[in-house]
């Protein structure tokens, strides 16, 4: 993987960057992921894979501060339905949603920028979408009493 920095962990929990030929604590491993690096955390002394634990920890500490980190019912899914099914769920599926999420949240942002520095006027399009909008609630109105009707 491109971008990938070794750190060891010893048993006395220290984590060292192999890149920078420092020991650094969890929060640095964070910072080093928010700055678009990827890690790969290895046990100093049998050389495991423990990179999933590491970033589990580093979840778990921003959960502490953030009490709604993930939501109470994908946590009960978690315990109720167990790893097999759920790390089947993240490997194939959430990891492409969170990208393409990233990726139409930039474009967008994007787009509104280009949109800001044209000097375009937002109070007609916001006044073209609420017409739209009421058009639509009509056709709801009518579907609904089509519906109700049967």
């Known amino acids: 993987m491109e971008n990938?920095?070794?750190i060891k962990k010893y048993p006395?929990?220290?984590?060292?960057?192999?890149?920078?030929?420092?020991?650094?604590?969890?929060?640095?491993?964070?910072?080093l992921i928010q700055e678009g690096s990827r890690v790969e955390v290895r046990d100093a002394t049998s050389d495991d894979d423990v990179?999933?634990?590491v970033l589990t920890q580093i979840i778990m500490n921003k959960a502490k501060k953030n009490q709604?980190?993930?939501p109470v019912s994908l946590l009960h899914l978690a315990i109720q339905y167990g790893e097999n099914l759920l790390h089947e769920f993240f490997d194939k599926y959430l990891e492409k949603?969170?990208?393409?999420?990233?990726l139409y949240r930039k474009t967008m942002d994007n787009q509104v920028s280009t949109y800001l520095d044209l000097g375009m006027d937002f109070s007609t399009l916001a006044?073209?979408?609420?017409?739209?909008?009421?058009s639509m609630n009509v056709f709801a109105e009518t579907f609904k009493h089509y519906n109700t009707k049967k």
């Open 51 to 53: 990179t999933a634990l």
């Open 4 to 6: 990938t920095i070794l």
């Open 68 to 70: 709604d980190l993930l």
């Open 97 to 102: 949603t969170m990208e393409n999420y990233l």
């Open 127 to 134: 006044e073209k979408t609420i017409k739209d909008m009421e």
């Open 12 to 31: 006395n929990r220290r984590l060292y960057n192999t890149e920078s030929s420092s020991y650094i604590t969890i929060h640095d491993v964070a910072e």
